[in-house]
Structures are given as C-alpha cells and as structure tokens.
C-alpha cells in the first residue's frame, strides 16, 4: 500500500514537473514576442505566470522534502527526487530569464525598431525546445534526450555569439542604436542562460538514469 502510495506521488511529482516547465516555455514564447513583434499586448501575462511558477516551486520542494521524510527512498528513486528539487530551482531561474526578457522589450518598445533579427526567434526556438526536452528526459529516464539537449546548447552558444558581432557592427556604424543593440544582446544573452538552465537539467537526468555527474565534463558520452 505505502509502495503504490509512493509510486503515484512520484507521478504527480513528474506532472508538477512538466506543468511548471509548459508554463516556463510560454513565458519565453510570450517574451520574445513582446521583442520581435513589439507586442507589448502579451507583457502581462508573462508576469501572471511567473506567479504560478514561483508558486509551484515551493510545493514541488515541499513534495520533494515530504517523499523523502516518509518513503525514505532507494537510491534510484532517491536520485529522482534529488534531482527533481534541483531541475525546479532551475526551472524557476530560467522563468526569470523570461522576464528579464520583457524587461528589455519594455525598453525597447519606447524606440523605433533597429531592424529584424533572424537570430533573436532562431534562438528562442531553440532554448524552448531545450527547456522541453530537457524535462522530457527527466521525467522519462532519458539519458539519450538528455544528450542531445546538451549538444544543442552548442548551437545555442554560436548562435549568441553570431548576434554580438551583428549588434557590434550596428553600434559602430550608428551612434544612435547603441541602447537599442545593447538591449538586444541582453536578449540574447538571456537566452543563453535559458539554455544553460535547460543543460542543467540534462545533466541532472544523465545522473539520475546513470548515476554519473557530467558537469564540466568536456565528453558527455556514455
């Protein structure tokens, strides 16, 4: 009776889990539009759901304290839900990237357009479908996902690095873009982190599956 009563907690611990991360990607989703479209329209939902997200924090911690109180769980289950507190602490800094964010767009809404950045959304993209994944390999034991995910921050970093040289050259050629292209690149770099957030958490399932820490381990392969 304990066993299955322990089973379906860690199912809602999973679901809770994937709420908050579904949450998170729509805040980046919503984020990135209020930059590209210049849709102040969406600005404040993205702070409503940072709320529920913060919100959600405390109870998967609290949940994750309580399973481990009173199952006093095996080591793989123990690693599960180790990791499961650290992917929520990660979950909620990358929600803070996202307002970060609508912070810039807020900014940046008060000036005309620099002009379009195809790397901005390309980014975006790509950190969403990380955050996604990421929590997709946890919840499902996926070292492989979690593997794929870590390779793709790669291109996440490149592509950063691509929109610097590009904001670079606008700054040099226009004295009055300036503000406007360092708040792009603070864009930009919040992505990044939002990806650093999403490697993280592919990391954390890479541990749990295999009980190996890759962290700072240039060959992540098994």
């Known amino acids: 009776m304990m066993e299955r009563h322990f089973d379906e907690n860690l199912q809602a611990l999973k679901y809770q889990l994937m709420k908050m991360s579904a949450l998170a990607e729509v805040m980046i989703s919503d984020a990135i539009k209020a930059v590209v479209d210049r849709n102040e329209e969406v600005i404040p939902a993205v702070y409503e759901r940072e709320e529920l997200v913060n919100q959600m924090q405390v109870e998967i911690d609290e949940t994750c304290l309580t399973q481990i109180a009173l199952h006093q769980p095996a080591a793989g289950d123990l690693r599960f839900i180790m990791g499961a507190a650290k992917a929520n602490a990660d979950l909620e800094r990358l929600a803070d990237e996202a307002i970060n964010i609508v912070k810039r767009a807020k900014t940046l809404l ?28 946890f919840v499902n034991r996926n070292a492989n996902l979690a593997r794929e995910v870590m390779f793709r921050d790669d291109r996440l970093d490149a592509l950063k690095t691509a929109i610097a040289a590009e904001l670079t050259d606008c700054m040099t050629m226009e004295s009055s873009a300036v503000s406007r292209a ?36 240039a060959d992540r392969k098994p």
């Open 110 to 137: 008060t000036e005309p357009p620099l002009k379009p950045f195809i790397i901005i959304p390309e980014m975006a993209m790509i950190a969403r479908g990380m955050v996604r994944d990421s929590l997709h390999a």
């Open 182 to 217: 360092l708040n792009l690149l603070l864009v930009s770099r919040y992505l990044e982190r939002i990806g650093d957030h999403a490697t993280n958490i592919a990391e954390i399932s890479i541990f749990v599956v295999e009980g190996r820490d890759v962290r700072h381990h």
